[in-house]
């Protein structure tokens, strides 16, 4: 854990209201970025935001400080929007064809997260994760966004590494399968320089 997350949970603890609002104020938009991938509804996703934050202040005597807290932040907040999900009778996965798993990129062709450099292609790659089931899209986004280690994840989510690695793997082929979805209704017209 960071020095300052130590110091400003310390203050907490001590009754700052605003060392709270500095913590919230440091975790709020990759909370917020979670919160999206998973409810898919910005007033949803700020419902949740909302009530992880008061059930982390609520909670935070119970911090052990040998955790990071952002992961324990993040664990919080993904479990309020698996319940959000849950009671919306919404499901969390998409199965895909065993064929398609079997399917990576294969080592010559260019994958869709290569190809960032187009503005283009970044937006449809933005509106194609905000597309995943969310599952996949909240495992995504600690993956990728929040940059989290497989066994952080495993701990946010309390799924087992198997799980966590199968489950990348699958939003991954999901998110290729949707991008090049878009190439192949449209093709790309190469632009006069």
Not at 140 to 163: A, H
Request: with cysteine.
């Amino acid at each position: 854990m960071s020095q300052r997350d130590h110091e400003l949970i310390e203050h907490i603890l001590r009754g700052s209201h605003s060392a709270f609002a500095e913590l919230v104020d440091a975790y709020k938009d990759r909370a917020f970025t979670l919160a999206m991938r998973m409810l898919k509804n910005r007033a949803d996703a700020e419902e949740a935001l909302q009530d992880a934050f008061v059930r982390v202040f609520k909670s935070l005597k119970t911090f052990k400080n040998e955790a990071n807290f952002s992961t324990w932040l993040y664990r919080i907040v993904y479990n309020v929007c698996l319940t959000a999900i849950r009671k919306r009778g919404e499901h969390l996965l998409v199965k895909l064809d065993d064929e398609d798993c079997k399917n990576e990129f294969s080592s010559g062709e260019i994958s869709p997260l290569e190809a960032l450099e187009s503005a283009e292609i970044q937006q449809i790659m933005d509106v194609e994760i905000k597309r995943l089931p969310p599952n996949y899209g909240a495992i995504f986004t600690l993956f990728y966004v929040q940059e989290m280690s497989y066994d952080d994840i495993c701990t946010v989510t309390g799924m087992p590494l198997g799980t966590v690695k199968t489950q990348l793997h699958r939003a991954r082929l999901l998110l290729k399968k949707n991008v090049e979805r878009h190439f192949t209704e449209r093709p790309i017209v190469p632009q006069k320089l």
